[in-house]
């Protein structure tokens, strides 16, 4: 691991632990809660391993909290830019093929940008919800969303899903070449 990567994997763990004490739950519970080995999140917290993004969002949801906490603080103003480097990559699920993404904490307009590359063989299923209104974009392929309480709807190239925070949705590949899917994920909303 290069020496950024290196620093960028401590400060997620850094944040990881102190969202953790700060809402007073021991490292064995928050692992039950996120359905994780107390080991790993160890290993996560200590900078030794980085979670998967998944698993990420399984932490943030034990914590309720957005997986964007855990991240570098985006600098202020009315203008963003993220360079590549400052980006931090996660893995899609857990399984050793999976295709990368990329995370960007935003500015205010946008808490967090995904871009994901779904091979047909990938397993993204996983029921998932987030507590902001976010938006999936088609760029390639096709991708059957499925919603609680819903009918699902096929996404193509071009297409776009708004969706408003807690809508829970899982996700399908269709077709026989890749998907290319860009998640934006709206600011975490100020409390009234």
């Not at 088609?138 to 819903?150: F, P």
Request: hydrophobic share 40%; aromatic share 6%; glycine share 8%.
């Amino acid at each position: 691991m290069i020496p950024e990567e290196h620093d960028r994997v401590a400060r997620v763990g850094r944040a990881v632990r102190i969202a953790r004490r700060q809402a007073g739950l021991s490292a064995r519970t928050l692992a039950t809660r996120a359905g994780i080995s107390q080991a790993f999140l160890s290993q996560v917290e200590r900078g030794l391993n980085v979670p998967s993004l998944a698993t990420l969002y399984k932490i943030a949801d034990a914590l309720e909290c957005s997986p964007s906490h855990f991240l570098d603080a985006a600098p202020e103003g009315d203008v963003l830019v993220v360079r590549a480097e400052r980006r931090v990559a996660q893995v899609v699920t857990g399984a050793p093929t999976t295709p990368t993404t990329w995370m960007a904490q935003g500015n205010g307009a946008i808490g967090e940008v995904y871009q994901y590359v779904i091979a047909p063989e990938d397993d993204v299923s996983g029921w998932f919800r987030r507590p902001d209104d976010l938006v999936v974009v088609i760029t390639d392929g096709c991708l059957e969303v499925r919603m609680r309480d819903r009918e699902s709807v096929v996404l193509e190239e071009g297409d776009c899903l708004f969706a408003v925070a807690g809508t829970e949705m899982q996700w399908e590949h269709r077709g026989v070449e890749r998907a290319r899917v860009v998640l934006c994920v709206g600011a975490p909303r100020e409390p009234s």
